[in-house]
């Protein structure tokens, strides 16, 4: 293997586990586990939302209040594409995020956002994740009437926050 | 290419060839490609859906009927995550999966759902296949009113199911 | 790095490659950069979208003009298949398009719609771009009433189309 090949492969790698740094934040956040969504992070990141704007700690608190507030969320991630600068990164992934709630005490809580996560990665002791994210919103579309909740496990597998989940059995 | 950088390469190529098969099995039930569909699971897979849990043969034939009913399909697949182990892997892959008929004969023939793909994939003989599967659904959403087939070709390409399809100019 | 391992990576990188160039062209044609959605084409290609067909330069007069009677646009590109002959390749993007307007003069400017991106790659000189596209669409919904554009900064990071996105912040 020569050197372009050996750093054509590197960059793959690298590309690959930011990707997968994404998705468990998405699994995280979906599965209520937020260790998994802390374990994205730098200890001292910041993040940003609608609503929220402050290091990781403060952000899992908020996100966790939120997210039992509501009955599931799907955070859908789409396009991704990062740019790699030796050991730093900024990734930009397309989501559609889906919020869903029984008795939904407002809007948002049954609605999808159409949201671009703009994240500058860093790699520290060989592990990338975030450093800083800007969770960045172009729109919200309400889902009064036609959105309907299916967790009834009579009919077949149903999405769950805990470990019931299909997930979990398919790992364990 | 050292040892560590050659491991590295085999798990990107596995979670290439496991992300295709995902793909595969889209394009194969969008496109009412039932052989194209067969190719993505072992024979002795399992399947379990809403509404079906079975051997893939089963699961064709119910499917089959199923697709048939409607118009058309469009599964749409994002987020993939999996974790390999040897020649077993846990894929987790997020899907908006919607479904459109002109003249529907129940909500779900008109309809989007939120599911996520959980699949057990074994390799045997060098190939990477799905052996269980659980199309896990969180919602479904009815869509009785803003939604139209556009499938008049006078006016740029539309999809279909059959050889008409621009994909199979495309690769023909 | 035997033989097999060196052209299976040269694989991996032509589909990361043409991946990237799928994922750019959403992202100039969101962020209204034009030269950068003209940089995914080869100069002599040919583009066919629902109400247009014709060379890439003609293609991108239009596609301005119909982006700029539009407050925003979210190309979310998903499922990515490739297959690869030589300098040839044919890739299928599943995306869902969503189109805003504030005053919408037309429902599709409203919308969202189910299209297929079935793309002729060719390398030239080392670089994979699109060399015939056909956009094919299956359906379009309309939003009238649920969907509320979300720009005002003040609460959280907003999509724009000018240098006052957070991905132009996040890259420079």
Known sequence: M???????????LAKQEIYEVVCRYARGIDRLDMDLVRSCYHPDAIDHHTGFSGGVEEFL???????????????????HLVELHGDVAV??????????????????????????Y???????????RIAERWATRSWIRTEQD???????????????RDAQDPLHAALG
């Open 91 to 116: 990734a930009e992934t397309y989501a559609h995020t889906t919020h869903w709630t029984r008795e939904p005490t407002k809007p948002s809580h049954n609605a999808v956002t159409g949201t671009r």
């Open 118 to 128: 703009i994240d500058r990665f860093e790699k520290r002791n060989g592990e990338w």
């Open 2 to 12: 020569n050197g372009t090949s050996s750093a054509a492969l590197e960059d793959l």
């Open 61 to 79: 608190t908020w996100a966790e209040g939120a997210l039992r507030q509501m009955s599931g969320t799907m955070h859908t991630l789409c396009n």
């Open 146 to 160: 036609g959105m309907q909740i299916t967790d009834d496990p009579s009919n077949g597998p149903v999405g769950r």
